[in-house]
């Protein structure tokens, strides 16, 4: 069994939550979320507050002023890779908990359909504003890097923010 390796970045003031599922290989090795190379995420992030991010410092100020935070829905889990549809007997997160300890959070936006399907399994009962995030994986070519720029602008709103 697999234990998330990181801790929740949320701040007093962090308005928005962003769960993934659950650390790639490459995250885990890297000791940070989305730490594959390849994946979109922190450059959605750089291109939508025009913050560059050239090391983890710069990244935590930025979802700090954003007022972002980081999670994932995944405690534990059993897998093979880094795909999501490879994880097996997954033990959740309590993010009702995380709720309730930072009140300003009034919408949680996931970044893939496993984060979501799972919250809305095992906290449909909350009453907080949800929404999908395109996944910034690599592996998801749906869209291209600025249809999903575009995407979080929309729902995220944090754009120059900071």
């Known amino acids: 069994m697999l ?3 990181f801790n929740p970045i949320v701040f007093k003031d962090t308005e928005i939550l962003i769960l993934g599922s659950f650390p790639s290989i490459q995250s885990f090795e890297n000791n940070f979320y989305y730490g594959h190379p390849r994946n979109q995420f922190w450059k959605i992030m750089e291109a939508l507050t025009g913050y560059p991010i050239n090391n983890r410092d710069q990244k935590i100020w930025l979802l700090k002023e954003a007022k972002v935070g980081l999670w994932d829905m995944v405690a ?3 897998r093979k890779n880094s795909s ?3 994880l097996e007997e997954e033990n959740v997160n309590d993010i009702e ?5 930072y009140p300003k959070i009034n919408k ?3 970044t893939g359909k496993k984060a979501e399907t799972l919250f ?3 906290f449909s009962h909350l009453s907080i504003e949800i929404c999908y995030l395109p996944s910034p994986s690599p592996a998801y070519a749906a ?5 999903k720029v575009v995407a979080y602008r929309e729902k995220l709103g944090c754009e120059r923010r900071i």
């Open 120 to 122: 809305k399994k095992h």
């Open 108 to 110: 949680v936006c996931f």
């Open 76 to 78: 534990s889990c059993q």
């Open 3 to 5: 234990e998330h390796p």
């Open 97 to 101: 908990a995380l709720l309730e300890k």
């Open 84 to 86: 999501d549809s490879c």
């Open 143 to 147: 869209m291209n890097f600025e249809e």
